[in-house]
């Protein structure tokens, strides 16, 4: 059974999804303050966080960065305020999804079972190689000759699915889809700012790029060499 952490201070949305998420599997725990919320992380390790932004104590953002100092669960971001600037500044500080209210609970399971099997598929294996560039997927860090890479969150997510899946070109609007579950027509003229940021810290702007390539009237693909572990 999936174990799903709900931290949101509206009790009735706790009863709510505790009893529609037992049709799918699902176990709910609740908390309506970010300290028992965090202290239950520590303690239960669940699979998933839901995590509403308006809350008591501190907001859902710094609730977040302060997850994501010690863990790398999957987290869902809730919100009353569905503003593009909200949304993405909880997926540059480590969200993997961000929902607004009031949602469906149908589309709230699909997504929190989208983000679990994305989770799943790319941490098969913990480690990658591509030449000097390494990224460890348990750690949800990457280097570069030996020296750490600061990636944000989105920038990190952008090089695992490229790295995940060598040669495989993708379209921006695929891009989004896979890193955030929600509309992609909202974010796309933004890939082509996420890409060069991440070619910047790759040291990848040469026209033979060594990671990634502009594939012209399409997209993007990874172009890396993965090395093997003797």
Not at 40 to 60: N, S
Not at 136 to 160: C, F, H, I
Not at 176 to 199: C, K, M, P, T, Y
Request: glycine share 6%.
């Amino acid at each position: 059974m999936t174990r799903i952490l709900l931290i949101d201070d509206d009790e009735k949305l706790g009863d709510l999804l505790k009893a529609y998420f037992q049709r799918f599997d699902m176990q709910l725990d609740a908390a309506t303050l970010p300290s028992v919320g965090l202290a239950k992380l520590q303690r239960d390790k669940p699979d998933l966080v839901i995590l509403d932004v308006m809350l008591p104590e501190q907001d859902g953002f710094e609730v977040c960065r302060t997850i994501r100092k010690t863990s790398s669960v999957p987290v869902v971001m809730l919100t009353a305020r569905g503003e593009v600037t909200d949304r993405i500044v909880g997926l540059e500080i480590g969200a993997d999804d961000y929902l607004p209210k009031p949602f469906e609970p149908r589309e709230l399971v699909a997504r929190i079972q989208n983000v679990l099997r994305r989770g799943r598929s790319r941490n098969d294996d913990k480690s990658l190689r591509f030449g000097d560039l390494a990224i460890n997927l348990e750690r949800r860090s990457a280097e570069l000759e030996g020296q750490p890479l600061d990636l944000t969150t989105m920038e990190y997510q952008l090089l695992v699915l490229f790295a995940t899946n060598p040669g495989k070109t993708f379209t921006r609007d695929e891009i989004l889809n896979e890193l955030r579950g929600i509309d992609a027509q909202l974010f796309s003229r933004s890939v082509d700012i996420l890409v060069s940021r991440l070619r910047q810290k790759l040291q990848d702007l040469s026209r033979q790029p060594r990671f990634i390539k502009t594939v012209w009237g399409t997209g993007y693909a990874f172009v890396g060499e993965e090395v093997q572990p003797s």
